[in-house]
């Protein structure tokens, strides 16, 4: 028996997605059973999620603090100040 359901994703998501379901010669409700699947037989979700850690945390939070801190663009641009 199968269930109908719907899902709202991101676009870009999506179209991303949906170009490698196509090498596979997937579709996208083929590539949700897959991920369903393995949820099912692993009881856990099938890739690696975590929270920052707490000193990852403090950093950001130094970063936007601090408005001497340089954000750049490129490593061309971080290379050229470093004199590199």
């Given at each position: 028996?199968?269930?109908?359901?719907?899902?709202?994703?991101?676009?870009?998501?999506?179209?991303?997605?949906?170009?490698?379901?196509?090498?596979?010669?997937?579709?996208?409700?083929?590539?949700?059973?897959?991920?369903?699947?393995?949820?099912?037989?692993?009881?856990?979700?099938?890739?690696?999620?975590?929270?920052?850690?707490?000193?990852?945390?403090?950093?950001?939070?130094?970063?936007?603090?601090?408005?001497?801190?340089?954000?750049?663009?490129?490593?061309?641009?971080?290379?050229?100040?470093?004199g590199?």
């Amino acid at each position: 028996m199968k269930m109908q359901t719907s899902v709202r994703v991101e676009d870009r998501f999506y179209n991303e997605s949906k170009k490698v379901f196509d090498a596979f010669g997937m579709s996208f409700g083929d590539a949700v059973n897959l991920f369903l699947a393995k949820v099912a037989l692993e009881k856990r979700i099938p890739f690696d999620i975590s929270l920052p850690s707490d000193e990852m945390m403090n950093r950001i939070d130094r970063l936007e603090i601090d408005s001497e801190t340089k954000v750049f663009a490129t490593t061309t641009e971080l290379f050229k100040e470093l004199g590199i």
